[in-house]
C-alpha cells in the first residue's frame, strides 16, 4: 500500500522549504473538539494555524489530556493562534464584510444580524478566507453540512463547480483493479445529479487533484471514466444523456488544463463506461472489443466520476467500511484548496491527512497564498549576516520572506584593513544600495538583527546592541574576524538603536564542559569558536520536524561551510566544539588539524606570525591543494584524481570527527546528527561523508545550504513574541 501520509509529507517539505515559501494560513472553527487541537499541534511546521474559540477552554482540553499534542506544550501555544471572534479586533471588519456579501440574497443579513453571525466561529473562519486573511477553512467534525459547509460555499468563491471527492489508497491486493491500488470517486457529498457542465468540472477537477497528489513516478496515469449504467450507445436514459453531452466540454476543459502545465499531459478522461468496463481490463475487452483502444480509460480507470450523489456517497462509505485499513480522506474540488468539509465521524489521523491533503492542493492552486496575515504578527524584520568577502541580507515581513540577497564585496574596498567600524561603514553603503534598490527602508523596521561577533565570554541568546558591545568589540574582540562587522553594521543601520538592533548567537559562546575543556599541556585549554547561529538553529529545525524540544535532545550539529565546526549539543548545550577558525577538519579555505611538528616547523620558517594564521585561516584546505575556495568551482571535476582524493580527504574528516563526537555523551544515546552549510549542497562531497556516518547506526538529517538567515529572524520573532528576552551587555 503507498504511504499516502509519507508522500505528501515529502512533497510538503520540499515545497516549503523553497527560498520564498510560506506556510498557509488554515482556519478551524471547531476549536473546541480535541481531535482538531490535536491535529493543529501536528501540522505547525507546514501551516500558520488558526484556532477560534477560547484560549481557557483549549489549554484545559491540553492540560486535562482530552487533546494530545504531537509538539512539545509550550512550542504549541507559541505557534498557533487562537482567536475568540468576541474579543477580536477583527469582528467589526468582518460583520461590514459579512452584511455587503449578504445583500441581496435569500440569506440577506441586517447590521445587527451580521454582528451576530460574525460571532459563530464558522461564519467568522469562513470571513477570514473571503477577506484574504487566511487560506482555507476546514471543519465538519462537530458540525452538520448544513451548519458548516453550507456558510462556507456561500462566503468563499469557488472556482467552478464545488463538489467532493473520496481518495484511497486501499492494501495490497495480489490482483488489484487499480495502478498502486489508488481510487477515487467523485462527487461524493454535495451535488445531486449534476447537471453536464458540472460533471465536466467534477470529471476534470478531480483527475486534476490525483495528478497534483501523485506524480508521475509513484502514479504512471490518471485516467477518468464517467460511470453509467451504459457503455457507448448500449443504453439510454436521462443520466446517460448528461454525460453524453458532459465529455465534449470536459475534453475542452481537459485540453486547456493541459495547456496550462505539462503535467497534467498524461490525465486521460472518457465517458459513458459501465462500472466494470471503467475498472476492469477483461470486462472492457468483452464489451468494447475492436474498440477498445479508442477509449483511453476504459480497463484502467482510476478516478469514477459518478452521474449522482446517490452513488457517490454510497461508493464512499462502502469503501470506507470495507477497507478501515485503508488510508482514505476527504478532499473539495472546485474551492481551490480553501475548503474541506470532514465527516463527523473522522478520526484524528483522517482529520491530519485531509488537512495535509488540502494544503498540498492549495498550495498548488493557481490562488496565491496569503504572505501576511493580521492574525499573526508580521514585523518587518532585516537581517545582516557579514562573511570574509560576502554580506547576506535578508528582509522578512514577519515569517515571510520579502528579500535575501548576498552582496559580494570587492577586497580592495569594504574587505581592506582598517578598523572594524571603518570596514563596517563601507560595507554598509552597499547594504543601503541593495535596500534601496528594493525599496526597502529600514528606517521602518521593527528589528534590525546580525551575526554576534568575537565577545569574550558572551551567553547563547540574543543580545541588544549597545555602544559597550561596539566598544568591546572595537578593543576587545577575541579574533580578527567578519562576524565582529554585523553589531556595527546593525547599529548603524538602526539609527544608533533608534530602531531595536540585536546580535545573536555570538561564535564564541563556550558552554565545554571540563572533560572537554583539558588539553595536553597544562594552563593550555580549549577554546570554542565555532557556527553556533546556524549549528543552534540547525537543531532547532531538527527538534521542530521531530516535534521536540531541542532541551530533551542529543545531537551532533555540523556547519559545513567556509569553515566547519563540529558541535556535540546535549539537551540544548553544546557542550563540546573546535576552534573552527584553526582546528577540526579542513574545510574550503581553512586548513583544520595539521600534525603538530609541522605546524612549530612552519611557525620557526621566518614568517609573520599574521602569515602563519592566515595560512591556516584563509589560503588552506581546498584552496591550498585545488586553488578554490568553493566546491562549486570543482564539481565538474569530481572525477579528476587530484580532485577526488582532496574531496574524499576532506569527507573523511568531517564524518571521523562526526563520529568521535559520540562518546560525548556516554552513557545515553545520540538521537540524530544534523549536518548544514553550503557544502551540503555538494552531492560528490555529502554523498562521501553519509556513506562513512552508516557507521554511527544514528540517523542523518540535512539542511542544505545556509540558515543563518532563518536564524536571525526566528530569533527576532521569539523577542517581539516576548518567548525571548534579550540580554544587555555588560563591559
Not at 473 to 479: I, N, T
Not at 610 to 630: T, W
Given at each position: 500500500m503507498i504511504d499516502l501520509d509519507k508522500l505528501v509529507d515529502e512533497q510538503l517539505n520540499g515545497m516549503l522549504s523553497a527560498p520564498d515559501a510560506v506556510k498557509p494560513v488554515i482556519v478551524f472553527p471547531e476549536a473546541n473538539d480535541p481531535r482538531i487541537i490535536s491535529a493543529a499541534s501536528g501540522l505547525i511546521n507546514q501551516a500558520r494555524v488558526v484556532l477560534v474559540g477560547e484560549a481557557a477552554e483549549i489549554r484545559s482540553l491540553c492540560d486535562y489530556k482530552s487533546a494530545e499534542l504531537y509538539c512539545p506544550r509550550d512550542r504549541f501555544f507559541s505557534q498557533v493562534q487562537i482567536v475568540n471572534p468576541a474579543q477580536s479586533d477583527l469582528k467589526e471588519e468582518l460583520a461590514m464584510a459579512l452584511q455587503e456579501a449578504s445583500k441581496g440574497r435569500?440569506?440577506?443579513?441586517?447590521?445587527?444580524?451580521?454582528?451576530?453571525?460574525?460571532?459563530?466561529?464558522?461564519?467568522?473562519?469562513?470571513?477570514?478566507?473571503?477577506?484574504?486573511?487566511?487560506?482555507?477553512?476546514?471543519?465538519?467534525?462537530?458540525?452538520?453540512?448544513?451548519?458548516?459547509?453550507?456558510?462556507?460555499?456561500?462566503?468563499?468563491?469557488?472556482?467552478?463547480?464545488?463538489?467532493?471527492?473520496?481518495?484511497f489508497c486501499l492494501p495490497d491486493e495480489d490482483n488489484p483493479l487499480w495502478e498502486?491500488?489508488?481510487?477515487?470517486?467523485?462527487?461524493?457529498?454535495?451535488?445531486?445529479?449534476?447537471?453536464?457542465?458540472?460533471?465536466?468540472?467534477?470529471?476534470?477537477?478531480?483527475?486534476?487533484?490525483?495528478?497534483?497528489?501523485?506524480?508521475?513516478?509513484?502514479?504512471?496515469?490518471?485516467?477518468?471514466?464517467?460511470?453509467s449504467y451504459s457503455t457507448k450507445g448500449s443504453g439510454q436514459g436521462p443520466s446517460v444523456e448528461a454525460i453524453r453531452q458532459a465529455e465534449p466540454l470536459a475534453a475542452q476543459k481537459l485540453a486547456a488544463l493541459k495547456e496550462s502545465d505539462p503535467v497534467y499531459k498524461d490525465i486521460n478522461i472518457?465517458?459513458?463506461?459501465?462500472?466494470?468496463?471503467?475498472?476492469?481490463?477483461?470486462?472492457?475487452?468483452?464489451?468494447?472489443?475492436?474498440?477498445?483502444?479508442?477509449?483511453?480509460?476504459?480497463?484502467?480507470?482510476?478516478?469514477?466520476?459518478?452521474?449522482?450523489?446517490?452513488?457517490?456517497?454510497?461508493?464512499?462509505?462502502?469503501?470506507?467500511?470495507q477497507y478501515p485499513e485503508a488510508q482514505s480522506s476527504l478532499i473539495m474540488g472546485g474551492m481551490d484548496g480553501q475548503v474541506l468539509d470532514y465527516s463527523r465521524g473522522s478520526s484524528l489521523l483522517q482529520v491530519i491527512r485531509g488537512a495535509k491533503l488540502l494544503l498540498l492542493t492549495r498550495i498548488k492552486a493557481t490562488k496565491p497564498l496569503v504572505r501576511t496575515s493580521p492574525l499573526f504578527p508580521s514585523p518587518r524584520i532585516v537581517t545582516i549576516n557579514p562573511g570574509s568577502v560576502s554580506t547576506q541580507v535578508a528582509v522578512f515581513d514577519g515569517d515571510a520572506p520579502v528579500l535575501n540577497v548576498v552582496i559580494e564585496h570587492d577586497k580592495s574596498g569594504a574587505c581592506a584593513g582598517g578598523s572594524i567600524a571603518q570596514q563596517a561603514e563601507s560595507?554598509?553603503?552597499?547594504?543601503?544600495?541593495?535596500?534601496?534598490k528594493h525599496d526597502i527602508d529600514p528606517c521602518g523596521a521593527?528589528?534590525?538583527?546580525?551575526?554576534?561577533?568575537?565577545?569574550?565570554?558572551?551567553?547563547?541568546?540574543?543580545?541588544?546592541?549597545?555602544?559597550?558591545?561596539?566598544?568591546?568589540?572595537?578593543?576587545?574582540?577575541?579574533?580578527?574576524?567578519?562576524?565582529?562587522?554585523?553589531?556595527?553594521?546593525?547599529?548603524?543601520?538602526?539609527?544608533?538603536?533608534?530602531?531595536?538592533?540585536?546580535?545573536?548567537?555570538?561564535?564564541?559562546?563556550?558552554?565545554?564542559?571540563?572533560?572537554?575543556?583539558?588539553?595536553?599541556?597544562?594552563?593550555?585549554?580549549?577554546?570554542?569558536?565555532?557556527?553556533?547561529?546556524?549549528?543552534?538553529?540547525?537543531?532547532?529545525?531538527?527538534?521542530?520536524?521531530?516535534?521536540?524540544?531541542?532541551?530533551d535532545l542529543n545531537l551532533i550539529v555540523a556547519h559545513l561551510g567556509s569553515g566547519v565546526s563540529i558541535g556535540s549539543h546535549a539537551k540544548g548545550k553544546c557542550i563540546n566544539v573546535e576552534n573552527a577558525i584553526f582546528d577540526g577538519p579542513m574545510g574550503p579555505s581553512r586548513a583544520g588539524d595539521i600534525p603538530a611538528e609541522a605546524v612549530i616547523e612552519l611557525c620557526y620558517a621566518g614568517l609573520e606570525?599574521?602569515?602563519?594564521?592566515?595560512?591556516?585561516?584563509?589560503?588552506?584546505?581546498?584552496?591550498?591543494?585545488?586553488?578554490?575556495?568553493?566546491?562549486?568551482?570543482?564539481q565538474d571535476r569530481a572525477n579528476d584524481p587530484d580532485v577526488a582524493a582532496v574531496l574524499s580527504a576532506m569527507a573523511s574528516g568531517i564524518a571521523s570527527q562526526i563520529l568521535a563526537r559520540l562518546s560525548d555523551f556516554y552513557p545515553e544515546p545520540v538521537e540524530q546528527i544534523v549536518l548544514t552549510g553550503r557544502m551540503c549542497l555538494s552531492p560528490v562531497l555529502l554523498e562521501k561523508v553519509l556513506e562513512k556516518l552508516t557507521l554511527a547506526g544514528v540517523g542523518v538529517t540535512v539542511f542544505p545550504g545556509s540558515v543563518e538567515a532563518e536564524a536571525l529572524k526566528d530569533a527576532a520573532m521569539r523577542v517581539y513574541k516576548d518567548i525571548d528576552v534579550p540580554m544587555r551587555w555588560e563591559s
Open positions: 435569500k440569506w440577506e443579513f441586517t447590521s445587527m444580524e451580521a454582528r451576530e453571525k460574525i460571532l459563530n466561529p464558522v461564519f467568522f473562519g469562513a470571513m477570514l478566507v473571503r477577506l484574504g486573511y487566511a487560506d482555507a477553512c476546514l471543519g465538519g467534525v462537530a458540525n452538520s453540512t448544513k451548519d458548516f459547509l453550507a456558510p462556507c460555499l456561500r462566503l468563499i468563491k469557488s472556482s467552478g463547480t464545488a463538489f467532493e471527492m473520496g481518495l498502486n491500488n489508488v481510487v477515487m470517486f467523485a462527487d461524493v457529498a454535495l451535488n445531486l445529479k449534476p447537471s453536464p457542465e458540472q460533471l465536466s468540472d467534477i470529471a476534470v477537477g478531480a483527475c486534476k487533484t490525483l495528478r497534483d497528489i501523485f506524480p508521475p513516478t509513484v502514479l504512471s496515469g490518471v485516467n477518468g471514466a464517467m460511470i472518457t465517458g459513458e463506461l459501465q462500472i466494470s468496463v471503467a475498472v476492469s481490463r477483461e470486462a472492457a475487452q468483452v464489451k468494447l472489443k475492436n474498440r477498445l483502444d479508442e477509449f483511453e480509460s476504459a480497463g484502467k480507470a482510476n478516478v469514477l466520476i459518478v452521474p449522482s450523489l446517490d452513488e457517490g456517497n454510497m461508493l464512499y462509505h462502502l469503501f470506507n467500511t560595507r554598509l553603503a552597499s547594504v543601503r544600495r541593495t535596500l534601496e521593527a528589528m534590525i538583527m546580525s551575526r554576534g561577533g568575537m565577545l569574550p565570554n558572551p551567553q547563547a541568546g540574543t543580545y541588544r546592541i549597545s555602544q559597550a558591545m561596539l566598544t568591546a568589540l572595537e578593543s576587545g574582540a577575541v579574533e580578527d574576524h567578519p562576524s565582529n562587522l554585523g553589531a556595527f553594521m546593525a547599529w548603524e543601520l538602526s539609527r544608533q538603536g533608534k530602531t531595536p538592533a540585536f546580535i545573536v548567537d555570538c561564535p564564541t559562546i563556550d558552554e565545554l564542559t571540563p572533560e572537554n575543556r583539558l588539553t595536553g599541556i597544562k594552563g593550555i585549554e580549549k577554546m570554542p569558536i565555532w557556527h553556533a547561529l546556524s549549528q543552534r538553529q540547525a537543531a532547532r529545525m531538527y527538534a521542530d520536524l521531530a516535534n521536540q524540544r531541542v532541551q606570525k599574521a602569515m602563519v594564521k592566515k595560512i591556516f585561516s584563509a589560503v588552506g584546505g581546498l584552496y591550498s591543494h585545488l586553488g578554490a575556495h568553493d566546491l562549486r568551482q570543482i
